[in-house]
């Protein structure tokens, strides 16, 4: 029995299939147009065939289909064991006799190789895994973002924020979060050095090579730490270009030996450093709405972190794809940190306007939230990130703040409902919100509507 195995996702390495020894690659394709894609033949024994665990099947081509059971090692790790299914079984013929195909096998064989949306890219793709591909009618146009609109995220100079300067950003603090729901701030007091030093060690990280990152890699936040792509990889219907550290800060700490180590130091002083500003951005939010400084702080919404470390590297096929798609923050407040890649947008009436990238300054927007409790005082704002065309890789850090209590009520504040402004939301837990936000994909407003009157 032969099987004619293509498989592009293989590093180079010595694979023991079936009791059998392949050295990798065996030799490169002659067709021109498919770029690193390796063929081996094998001859397995006659009761067992083999399946090189690559993540696509599509790129898989199997000469005589059969049943097939296998184990495939490299060196001492194990890559992956699965029962097989004939290659005919795998796709799936749709009411036209075109053959679609599994998407779901695609998902869970990605995810098992834990090598990544980067691991992809380091293996050469020249077009992207069509899972990752989202439908015509929700990709982003292709027209650039309209000039007048390149100015509409006002940047808010925070210093001063202790004298009588103080009232002037507290306005324009208001006005942003009311109209706009994002803004940029600078002279926030985070020194531009740790600002680079952060996202030097999140892009140290994901560039390493795919078998030190596949070792951290995993969906469980029980260590508080996890690296994966998509947290929502099984909801969506399409998955988008990005790979994500996630770190639980707060009552109980994240495993520390569990972060890479690589940009352990830097993401928790980082936390330390974003902890500190979001105390002086909620008492900022909590003046702009006539309440009391320490409000949000009263609410706990300081005592609990999650930040999300993303990497979003070169994609071959931007146009089909997304960095991560339109949706809303559930939490009260999010910083983010980015570097001058660029590929924000913030929905701005039926537009899209891009978030600058501008040297030493933090993005800020309104979470779900906050706009609950502010009784839509606060917008919170859908935004997205395009997938990233350029050879350097896009890195972002986002923070969000969320209660602490999770069984506690939340809903507008009583100080912000009157009879001319009713409460436009029920309470709920934090509990119940967060059960309602991971139920599903991540996408527009739909979160913050399940909570409406
Ligand atoms: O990477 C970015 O700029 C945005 C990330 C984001 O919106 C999020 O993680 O919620
Ligand atoms: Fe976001």
Redesign the pocket.
């Known amino acids: 029995m032969i099987i004619l195995l293509k498989c592009r996702f293989l590093s180079v390495g010595t694979y023991k299939c079936v009791g059998l020894s392949v050295p990798f690659p065996a030799r490169r394709s002659s067709n021109s147009n498919v770029k690193l894609i390796h063929m081996l033949l094998l001859r397995p024994s006659s009761s067992t065939s083999l399946y090189l665990g690559s993540p696509f099947p599509q790129s898989i081509v199997i000469l005589r289909p059969v049943n097939y059971q296998f184990h495939v090692s490299k060196g001492s790790r194990f890559l992956s064991t699965q029962a097989g299914r004939t290659r005919r079984k795998m796709g799936i013929t749709n009411s036209n006799g075109e053959q679609t195909y599994d998407r779901t096998t695609e998902v869970k064989q990605f995810d098992d190789s834990k090598i990544g949306v980067k691991g992809l890219v380091d293996s050469g793709i020249t077009s992207i895994p069509r899972f990752f591909v989202h439908p015509p009618e929700t990709l982003p146009s292709v027209s650039p973002t309209p000039k007048s609109f390149s100015d509409v995220i006002p940047t808010v100079d925070l210093s001063g924020i202790t004298s009588n300067r103080r009232i002037i950003i507290v306005d324009q603090i208001r006005e942003a979060s009311h109209e706009l729901g994002f803004f940029q701030i600078i002279n926030h007091g985070i020194p531009s050095g740790v600002l680079n030093r952060t996202i030097a060690a999140v892009k140290g990280f994901n560039e390493q090579p795919t078998e030190v990152k596949s070792w951290y890699y995993g969906r469980g936040m029980s260590r508080g730490v996890a690296f994966s792509t998509n947290f929502d990889l099984f909801q969506s219907k399409a998955a988008s270009w990005r790979d994500t550290i996630q770190l639980r800060f707060g009552s109980v700490a994240p495993d520390y030996d569990s972060i890479p180590e690589i940009c352990r130091k830097e993401l928790i002083e980082w936390d330390q450093h974003i902890t500190r500003l979001g105390e002086t951005l909620m008492e900022i939010l909590c003046e702009g709405l006539g309440l009391d400084a320490g409000k949000l702080k009263e609410l706990m919404c300081l005592d609990e972190r999650i930040a999300?470390a993303?990497y979003?590297p070169y994609c071959p096929q931007p146009d089909l794809t997304y960095?991560?798609t339109s949706?809303t923050?559930p939490g009260a407040l999010?910083v983010?940190v980015?570097n001058e890649i660029g590929?924000?947008q913030v929905k701005h009436g039926e537009d899209w306007v891009d978030?600058k990238p501008i040297a030493g300054a933090l993005?800020i927007n309104i979470g779900d939230l906050l706009q609950i409790i502010s009784n839509d005082e606060y917008r919170s704002v859908e935004?997205r990130?395009l997938a990233n065309p350029f050879p350097e890789a896009?890195v972002?850090i986002?923070s969000?703040f969320n209660p602490s209590r999770r069984e506690d009520l939340y809903g507008p504040l009583p100080e912000l409902v009157s009879a001319k402004k009713p409460a436009l939301y029920r309470q709920f837990t934090f509990n119940e919100y967060l059960r309602r936000f991971f139920s599903k994909e991540l996408d527009g407003k739909s979160l913050i509507n399940y909570f409406k009157f």
């Open positions: 999300v993303h979003y960095g991560i949706h923050d999010t983010l980015q590929g924000l978030v993005v935004h990130v896009r972002s986002a969000f």
